[in-house]
């Protein structure tokens, strides 16, 4: 992160190649097949739906990953367009409107004074971009934590304690429309 903040920050990232959300959104069609509700996720993000499977509404089940479905998308990395890729789960809750969320987090590895450390990245609320984001340390030379405390749980701009030495973590977020330059 620091690498790509010297390198393009404050003005040196072209938001004019920064995809429009319209041209880079997940496209999702429902409707009805003989007494059926069905929808169908363009998965590979090609506008097309015609290579995409035809699935049945269902009740949402907001704490399992099966049948989380991967659909592709297009990111600007600041240089250039890559594609990437993300889970959503779609269903019902309690009525017939199909709810989404997503299933991804995002993961950064640092060390300090010999110590390796990974951190993790959700969003709070489950959507694509990290609107909400809540942050925790969740591997330490190598070791991996199995179980996150509450405590463990940090928010934007907390303070994250390693130890004796104390990163005050700061998350860039670039969101469309919303630049400080």
């Known amino acids: 992160m620091t690498t790509f903040l010297k390198e393009n920050f404050p003005c040196k990232i072209d938001t004019g190649r920064i995809p429009s959300i319209k041209d880079n959104s997940v496209c999702i069609m429902s409707g009805r097949q003989g007494k059926d509700t069905i929808f169908i996720v363009d998965e590979n993000n090609n506008k097309d ?13 907001w704490k399992t990953t099966s049948g989380l479905i991967k659909c592709q998308y297009n990111v600007y990395n600041g240089h250039e367009m890559v594609k990437d890729s993300s889970w959503v789960n779609l269903g019902t809750l309690g009525d017939s409107e199909l709810w989404f969320f997503v299933s991804h987090h995002l993961e950064s590895t640092f060390s300090v004074d010999n110590q390796i450390y990974t951190i993790g990245v959700v969003d709070e609320q489950s959507k694509f971009c990290f609107d909400d984001p809540v942050i925790a340390l969740i591997s330490q030379n190598g070791i991996k934590k199995d179980t996150l405390l509450e405590t463990e749980i940090l928010k934007k701009e907390s303070i994250l304690n390693l130890k004796t030495l104390i990163i005050a973590l700061i998350i860039f977020l670039i969101t469309e429309n919303i630049f400080p330059w």
């Open 49 to 61: 739906f015609r290579d995409d499977p035809v699935r049945l509404y269902k009740e949402m089940d």
